[in-house]
């Protein structure tokens, strides 16, 4: 096989992900979302801005880059084959039902 430049692409599957966030929280997301549109002039969901919100998060965290390249426990990523709609779920302690 001839070596190529690009590397094979990641996994581009999207995962949705449930989550349950104290009302506190919700009111900041949506607050988060109108000060986006005022600044931006373009108007995005909380769904929308969350994903981007939490990559940011994760890139500025030195802590958890340093973590992930020294700690030799971290769980292995499997990569599955796609068999319909598959369903993750992440709760925080607390909170009311529902999605956001």
């Given at each position: 096989m001839p070596e190529l430049k690009l590397a094979k692409l990641p996994d581009r599957v999207p995962?949705?992900?449930t989550i349950i966030v104290q009302?506190?929280?919700?009111q900041a997301l949506r607050e988060y979302a109108a000060v986006y549109r005022a600044t931006y002039g373009e108007a995005e969901s909380v769904e929308e801005l969350v994903p981007f919100m939490l990559a940011s998060f994760l890139e500025g965290?030195?802590?958890?880059?340093?973590?992930?390249k020294e700690v030799p426990e971290l769980p292995a990523v499997e990569h599955r084959p796609r068999r319909g709609r598959r369903k993750n779920s992440v709760?925080?302690?607390?909170?009311?039902?529902g999605e956001m």
């Open positions: 995962v949705k992900l009302p506190d929280l919700a965290d030195r802590g958890f880059a340093k973590a992930r709760r925080q302690a607390g909170g009311e039902s």
